[in-house]
């Protein structure tokens, strides 16, 4: 019950963040522009795709969970109460490219996608280690629009 919990305010959380800071932006109008799909079909396209990046990962480093949720093109790294984000390029081989608030978390802001088989993902990064993450979640297909207030409780800056 409790990791359910996590898990369901892990995604409330990164849905916050990549509404707020853009990530996976873009109106639909500059996507016609640019002859791309818009970014909320990117994302249901990409969901349904055997073996893709996009979904809720989770591992564990020095005994602390780390979330990494992808939704379209927009990425999230939570980790010790910190929320890096960006973007991932989706590849032959999908990296992460990430900013960490205050500099926390640096050794984790550009990691390459080294495996992908199933609900299994490692993940090295720029600071040497690799982390082996477990799928326990698809990215949901509708992400609000509206938060009522939930993007008040972002940290800005």
């Known amino acids: 019950m409790r990791t359910s919990a996590r898990y369901t305010g892990a995604v409330a959380v ?3 963040v990549l509404l707020t ?3 996976g932006g873009g109106s639909d109008d500059d996507a016609a522009k ?3 799909p818009s970014a909320e079909q990117s994302a249901g396209e990409a969901a349904a795709q055997p073996g893709s990046v996009q979904g809720i990962w989770n591992t564990t480093v020095d005994g602390k969970d780390v ?7 927009g990425a999230t790294l939570l980790r010790d109460n910190t929320a890096c984000t960006g973007r991932v390029t989706d590849a032959a081989k999908p990296s992460f490219t990430l900013k960490c608030p ?4 640096e050794e984790r802001t550009n990691g390459t996608v080294d ?3 199933g ?3 490692k993940v090295t990064w720029n600071g040497g280690d690799t982390d082996s993450f477990v ?10 629009t509206d938060l009522g207030g939930l993007e008040d409780l972002v940290p800005q800056g």
Do not use: Q
């Open 135 to 144: 799928k326990v979640a698809d990215t949901p297909k509708d992400v609000p």
């Open 34 to 36: 640019d002859g791309k």
């Open 14 to 16: 990164t849905a916050a």
């Open 102 to 105: 205050g500099g926390s978390g």
């Open 67 to 73: 979330v990494l949720t992808v939704l379209g093109d």
């Open 115 to 117: 495996s992908l088989e």
């Open 21 to 23: 800071s853009g990530c």
């Open 119 to 121: 609900k299994n993902m």
